[in-house]
């Protein structure tokens, strides 16, 4: 008799990328304690090509984490600290004379990388924060006439301090919509600050970055991407996600809604989760993960429903309670 057994492989093979995420959650957690959502939408950011802001106030491992992060790959890193005084040369580079050729030459500036890390990025003024409109959304830059591309893979990594905090400036709407996700990082709780102290104790000033290896090479970094391409998703599931953002356009506790960019970062951010849980097709569980840090820093809640106490969360989780979810 013909053997009819059932074939549930997925039609793209997605063993390497779950591996790898599983090794690199496994290497930071040497480190990080908790934190598994910043963690995973971390490196669903990554995948899904797309920039994030972590907000928290100071010592809850925003930056650390995105470091660590960072080590994990082999690949260009650096770093830039926000400040007050910083003028966007300083950012993106700047010409200098060169003397033996009586020309001028491009210097390029430290947003030359793969992954830049920017850490209170709401510290520097409104012509710092517009020197990055370019770069964050098309991945290149123009200076005195002459178009410089960013080689891939390139994610801006930037923390801020809450708004309400002393000397922070709020970025302009059109800069945090070119932010796939804002993630807040709170505090731990009581048993993960004990494991936080103790694994502290047990390292015995070894610096963390010290302990964490490179587990996956820029080439690996750049097939896991295109993968994401080849993740299903249904038309019926794209019309939820319309529904979703649409809803937050005519929302009454809503002064401003999600604009089609945010539509396209839950597509992307949604199929990025849906392959770094071994699927090839995206399900509305996937969406739900990603639509918080999606439209939290693109919606802005009316002044009077936010002295009644209401949040972009609070409004969000009561959209999505509103639309159906597909079967």
Do not use: C, W
């Amino acid at each position: 008799m013909e053997n009819n057994d059932l074939n549930f492989d997925t039609r793209v093979n997605l063993d390497n990328l779950k591996n790898a995420v599983t090794q690199i959650k496994t290497e930071l957690g040497k480190i990080i304690v908790g934190q598994e959502n910043f963690i995973d939408l971390l490196l669903v950011a990554l995948l899904a090509d797309g920039h994030v802001l972590i907000e928290g106030v100071p010592g809850v491992a925003k930056t650390i984490t995105a470091k660590l992060l960072s080590k994990t790959i082999d690949t260009g890193f650096s770093r830039l600290q926000f400040t007050p005084d910083l003028m966007p040369s300083d950012v993106l580079g700047t010409s200098i004379l060169n003397m033996k050729t009586s020309e001028f030459e491009f210097k390029k500036g430290p947003i030359f990388s793969n992954l830049v890390l920017i850490d209170e990025i709401n510290r520097a003024p409104a012509k710092t924060q517009a020197a990055l409109f370019e770069v964050m959304e098309e991945r290149q830059i123009t200076i005195d006439g002459s178009t410089y591309k960013m080689k891939p893979p390139f994610m801006v990594l930037a923390t801020q301090n809450p708004i309400e905090q002393e000397g922070t400036y709020a970025l302009p709407e059109a800069q945090l919509d070119r932010f796939l996700f804002k993630i807040d990082v709170g505090y731990p709780n009581l048993e993960e600050e004990i494991l936080i102290i103790k694994t502290h104790q047990e390292r015995k000033g070894v610096l963390p970055q010290t302990l964490i290896s490179a587990l996956i090479s820029e080439a690996d970094l750049l097939t896991y991407k295109n993968k994401i391409f080849d993740v299903l998703v249904e038309e019926k599931i794209m019309k939820y996600i319309a529904q979703l953002i649409t809803k937050t356009r005519n929302h009454p506790h809503l002064y401003l809604g999600g604009s089609p960019r945010a539509s396209i970062a839950v597509l992307n951010a949604s199929k990025a989760f849906a392959a770094i849980n071994g699927r090839d097709f995206v399900v509305p569980e996937d969406i739900k993960k990603v639509i918080s840090p999606v439209l939290r820093h693109r919606i802005i809640v009316t002044p009077e429903r936010e002295m009644e106490g209401m949040t972009a969360d609070k409004v969000i989780d009561i959209i999505v309670q509103s639309v159906e979810i597909p079967r």
